[in-house]
């Protein structure tokens, strides 16, 4: 590529971050494709089948393989995962008012309506009586950067971080998606059997939109914090369920639009 800085030009190399689709098919039948960064697919997949209220826990998933999905060269491609649900678990109905096809700036593209991704969160996430010191939420972000590998490469991808009330980093993903990232974190509990994720801090960099609150909700997190700003339907649903809704969170400061009392101000 030309760098170009100023006055100074010069030609040079650079690492840009890897974006590849993924389609996800249940018994064979497709149900999503995402735009992702290739990794942590099967903690993607736990994570999205979750937080669309397809699963419950990784006891709703019998198992999950690559498919056999090659290129011109007729290498594998990784970019389709097969899911089979145990028995008893519905697949969804996609037929009428849901389009599952997302991309890696929108993760609820081609959905109908409000009402079809109100998804409702099995989890009291509005009970949990989660305490967060200021002092601890202020030193998220850049605990967030720091575990940032990737980025730190090429600049260009969104972070998710799990956190404890302690500001324990429990752990992070990167995605080109920020749904994406959200997913991966997310799936990782689930196949690790830790859902609800009850007193827990999720870390996003970029905006809080409503799709990431709502993933939040389904995984039982009580506090989202975000270091750029939240949409008003994200503070809705902050509300409606319970979340604690942090936005602006960089520096010494932050904005917390819902549920402040989780928040604990130094004398």
């Known amino acids: 590529m030309l760098r170009i800085r100023g006055a100074a030009h010069s030609t040079r190399p650079d690492t840009v971050a890897a974006e590849e689709p993924l389609e996800i098919r249940l018994a064979g039948t ?12 099967f903690d993607l997949v736990h994570g999205f089948l979750t937080t669309e209220a397809v699963i419950g826990s990784a006891d709703d998933v019998a198992g999950l393989r690559y498919c056999n999905s090659v290129d011109e060269d007729g290498r594998n491609t990784y970019n389709v995962v097969d899911v089979d649900l145990a028995p008893g678990v519905e697949p969804p109905d996609t037929a ?22 109100r998804t409702r969160t099995r989890h009291d996430v509005a009970g949990d009586d989660v305490r ?5 939420l ?6 967030l950067r720091a575990a940032q590998q990737v980025f730190d490469k090429t600049g260009g991808l969104h972070a998710a971080g799990l956190f404890t009330a302690d500001g324990e980093l429990v752990a992070l993903r990167e995605d080109v998606g920020r749904h994406n990232a959200v997913d991966k974190v997310v799936g990782d509990a689930v196949r690790e059997g830790r859902l609800p994720l009850a007193g827990h801090v999720l870390m996003v960099s970029g905006r809080a939109s409503f799709e990431l609150t709502q993933k939040a909700a389904m995984a039982g997190i009580p506090v989202l914090a975000a270091v750029s700003a939240p949409s008003s339907l994200a503070v809705e649903l902050a509300a409606d369920v319970g979340i604690t809704l942090v936005g602006f969170l960089r520096g010494d400061g932050c904005n917390v639009y819902t549920r402040p009392e989780r928040v604990v101000l130094p004398d």
């Open 132 to 136: 967060l010191p200021l002092a601890t």
């Open 30 to 41: 497709p149900l999503a494709v995402t735009m992702r960064t290739p990794g942590d697919d």
């Open 96 to 117: 009428l008012d849901r389009n599952f096809y997302t991309s890696s700036s929108c993760g609820v593209c081609g959905k109908a309506s409000i009402d079809a991704i």
């Open 138 to 143: 202020l030193a998220l972000p850049d605990r």
